[in-house]
């Protein structure tokens, strides 16, 4: 894979205790410690639609939207990646459950939550979007290859791209499979930026991206070892080396593979 570069316009991000980028950041920066917990509640969305959005689609739109605030973008006018390594784990089990013990009590609400593009759809329908969006998993991987895509996209001609990463608690039979603690999300607005990159950062975070042969050490900056236990925890490198201003971040991108993501802070 070539190397691709972006600015990094905004950024969102929500995890227990820290309910947003700027809090994040003092975590990292300051050793603030993280504060009371409470359900994401993202403004996006008409209050009726918003109490009844389950915690995917929650962290997701309100990682998104602040994202795309940070960076003065219209959400509306934005392609969006969303990348999720199990969708909304609590209604996939509550599925399963039902389909085994009584198929026709099978609520509608919920079928309509269980698709793992609901969040994209949620975002489309809230912001009035009508660019297009990716729902996109690959297990551990699922952020970098969505950053891999944002990217492709900036370099096949789009002016900026939204990308968004959530996972949510594992509940039952499933959460003992495919564990995951919590509720996390993060979220970059990425423009495109000259193929120079890093050696013209001005103001802004510039990001050069790499898919090289290698295992991604593990890693554990304040945020990596906050969110830990959460299915979206390799996307945490990079938001640890953004609060940090550090200049790498090696992310797991797959079997044998990392994505080496170097930033410039101008």
């Given at each position: 894979?070539?190397?691709?570069?972006?600015?990094?316009?905004?950024?969102?991000?929500?995890?227990?205790?820290l309910p947003?980028?700027?809090?994040?950041?003092?975590?990292?920066?300051?050793?603030?410690?993280?504060?009371?917990?409470?359900?994401?509640?993202?403004?996006?969305?008409?209050?009726?639609?918003?109490?009844?959005?389950?915690?995917?689609?929650?962290?997701?739109?309100?990682?998104?939207?602040?994202?795309?605030?940070?960076?003065?973008?219209?959400?509306?006018?934005?392609?969006?990646?969303?990348?999720?390594?199990?969708?909304?784990?609590a209604i996939?089990?509550?599925?399963?459950?039902?389909?085994?013990?009584?198929?026709?009590?099978?609520?509608?609400?919920?079928?309509?939550?269980?698709?793992?593009?609901?969040?994209?759809?949620y975002w489309?329908?809230?912001?009035?979007?009508?660019?297009?969006?990716?729902?996109?998993?690959?297990?551990?991987?699922?952020?970098?290859?969505?950053?891999?895509?944002?990217?492709?996209?900036?370099?096949?001609?789009?002016?900026?791209?939204?990308?968004?990463?959530?996972?949510?608690?594992?509940?039952?039979?499933?959460?003992?499979?495919?564990?995951?603690?919590?509720?996390?999300?993060?979220?970059?607005?990425?423009?495109?930026?000259?193929?120079?990159?890093?050696?013209?950062?001005?103001?802004?975070?510039?990001?050069?991206?790499?898919?090289?042969?290698?295992?991604?050490?593990?890693?554990?900056?304040?945020?990596?070892?906050?969110?830990?236990?959460?299915?979206?925890?390799?996307?945490?490198?990079?938001?640890?080396?953004?609060?940090?201003?550090?200049?790498?971040?090696?992310?797991?991108?797959?079997?044998?593979?990392?994505?080496?993501?170097?930033?410039?802070?101008?």
């Amino acid at each position: 894979m070539n190397t691709l570069a972006a600015r990094i316009e905004g950024i969102g991000f929500w995890a227990p205790g820290l309910p947003s980028w700027d809090a994040a950041r003092a975590h990292v920066r300051e050793a603030t410690p993280p504060g009371d917990t409470a359900r994401p509640s993202p403004k996006l969305l008409a209050p009726n639609e918003r109490r009844r959005a389950p915690p995917s689609v929650s962290v997701a739109l309100e990682v998104a939207l602040a994202a795309c605030e940070a960076a003065g973008r219209d959400p509306a006018a934005l392609p969006s990646v969303f990348a999720s390594t199990h969708g909304d784990l609590a209604i996939t089990d509550y599925m399963c459950a039902t389909l085994a013990d009584d198929p026709r009590a099978i609520s509608p609400t919920k079928f309509h939550n269980s698709v793992h593009n609901a969040a994209a759809g949620y975002w489309t329908i809230g912001a009035g979007c009508l660019r297009p969006a990716t729902a996109l998993s690959a297990h551990r991987a699922s952020f970098a290859q969505g950053l891999i895509e944002a990217l492709a996209q900036l370099a096949c001609g789009d002016e900026a791209v939204l990308l968004a990463a959530y996972d949510t608690e594992g509940t039952g039979p499933l959460g003992a499979i495919s564990e995951s603690h919590g509720l996390l999300g993060g979220a970059l607005v990425l423009a495109a930026c000259p193929e120079s990159g890093l050696r013209e950062a001005g103001d802004g975070v510039l990001l050069r991206a790499t898919l090289v042969d290698a295992d991604a050490p593990t890693r554990h900056g304040p945020l990596a070892r906050h969110g830990a236990g959460n299915a979206m925890a390799p996307m945490l490198p990079l938001f640890d080396a953004l609060a940090g201003r550090g200049d790498l971040a090696l992310l797991h991108a797959g079997h044998g593979r990392t994505l080496r993501v170097e930033l410039a802070h101008g």
